[in-house]
Structures are given as C-alpha cells and as structure tokens.
T-cell receptor
Framework: GAGVSQSPSNKVTEKGKDVELRCDPI?????LYWYRQRLGQGLEFLIY????????KSGLPSDRFSAERTGESVSTLTIQRTQQEDSAVYLC??????????????FGPGTRLTVL | AQSVTQLGSHVSVSEGALVLLRCNYS??????LFWYVQYPNQGLQLLLK??????LVKGINGFEAEFKKSETSFHLTKPSAHMSDAAEYFC????????????FGSGTRLQVQP
C-alpha cells in the first residue's frame, strides 16, 4: 500500500495479558517511530528505529514495553502484563532517512488498545 | 528539552469566522514546527510545517501559521471557517538533532457552528 498500515485497528484485552501491535511502514522509509496517544492528550514518543542502528528506547514508559524491527520493514510493539493505564491509541510513523533537514513523518491510522 | 502548549482544549467558531488556534513552544535549539489535523476516526495529517526560510507558512485547506521566534509562538489561522474544518488540531515541535521525534501539544478541538 501507499501509506503506513497498522494492525489490529482495535484491540480489547484483559488486564495482565500481553499484546502485540504491528506497523508496516512506507517502503523505503528507514526511520520508524512509535507514539502513544492517551484520551484527551497529545502524542507521546515511545521508541525510534533508524536503519540498522540501535533503537532509541528513551520514551518507553516501563520495562513492560518493548519493540522490534526487522531491517527496514515491519515493526512490532509488545506490551507485557497490560495495565488499565496502557489503554490508548498507539500510532506508528515512518520517514525517509535522516540526512540533515527534516523528513516528514507519515502516520498510520493507529491501534486503539483497551485494557479491561 | 522541548515542550508545546496549546491554549484552549476546545475552540468554537461560526462558519465563515476567523479561526485562531494558539501554540507556544519551548526549545533549546531552533526548532522545526508543525500543525497536524486529526479528523474523527482518521489518522494524523500534516497541515503545514516550518523548517527554515519564510516565517509565514501556508498549508492545506487555506490554513497558515506564522513562526514568531521572539514570542516562541506558531499560531494557526484560517480567515474563514468551514464546517469541514471541525477536527482536532495538534501543534508539534522537533529539534534538528538526533532522532527528530515530534513533541506534541495536547490538542485543540475545533467546532464550527452553522
């Protein structure tokens, strides 16, 4: 497809369960970001991947959160032992390589996670 | 560290009236500034951005914003609101270093009254 895709679009889970969210970036985009949007708030940065470099995990809120990316393709965000405060929309964005200046981040539609 | 403040979580205007959505930022280095729009049940869409050059930037759908360094502001305006402008608007900043992750404001929901 032409844009960033994410799956599932909605996920309802029980407290304590693990969940895995998927992001397919735009082909050729080496930079990939995960953000979280809690109800009524702006987006919070979670993690950043750039090519084969070590990811920048500085935004992850706890060690229950982890993410992987295979090369320059799909990324998965995993939340272990989910808590109710994890309920949010999780957004993925991708951009071209960072070589000075700014490359626009293109956002996916998000995954709405509800933890009961 | 950078931060973004959007004054007013909800703004209501009449159709045809001026739209003014306020954004102030703090950044330790010259920033890049953005406005994104989020329509109901849709993803984020870039409205406009300031990186370098002219401080008055024009975006899609008739919106524009002016970067005022002395006021650390990047307010979004549109001369005449349309019903289709009803959405949530987010101001964001990123620094031209490192990962260039975006820091977002908390958003302003724009309502347009007929």
């Amino acid at each position: 497809g032409a844009g960033v895709s994410q799956s599932p679009s909605n996920k309802v889970t029980e407290k304590g369960k693990d969940v895995e969210l998927r992001c397919d970036p735009i082909s050729g985009h080496t930079a990939l970001y995960w953000y979280r949007q809690r109800l009524g708030q702006g987006l919070e940065f979670l993690i950043y991947f750039q090519g084969n470099s070590a990811p920048d995990k500085s935004g992850l809120p706890s060690d229950r959160f982890s993410a992987e990316r295979t090369g320059e393709s799909v990324s998965t965000l995993t939340i272990q032992r989910t808590q109710q405060e994890d309920s949010a929309v999780y957004l993925c964005a991708s951009s071209l390589a960072l070589a000075g200046g700014y490359n626009e981040q293109f956002f996916g539609p998000g995954t709405r996670l509800t933890v009961l | 560290a950078q931060s973004v403040t959007q004054l007013g979580s909800h703004v209501s205007v009449s159709e045809g009236a001026l739209v003014l959505l306020r954004c102030n930022y703090s950044s330790s280095v010259p920033p890049y500034l953005f406005w994104y729009v989020q329509y109901p049940n849709q993803g984020l869409q870039l409205l406009l951005k300031y990186t370098t050059g002219a401080t008055l930037v024009k975006g899609i759908n008739g919106f524009e914003a002016e970067f005022k360094k002395s006021e650390t502001s990047f307010h979004l305006t549109k001369p005449s609101a349309h019903m289709s402008d009803a959405a949530e608007y987010f101001c964001a900043v990123c620094e031209d270093t490192g990962r260039r992750a975006l820091t977002f404001g908390s958003g302003t929901r724009l309502q347009v009254q007929p």
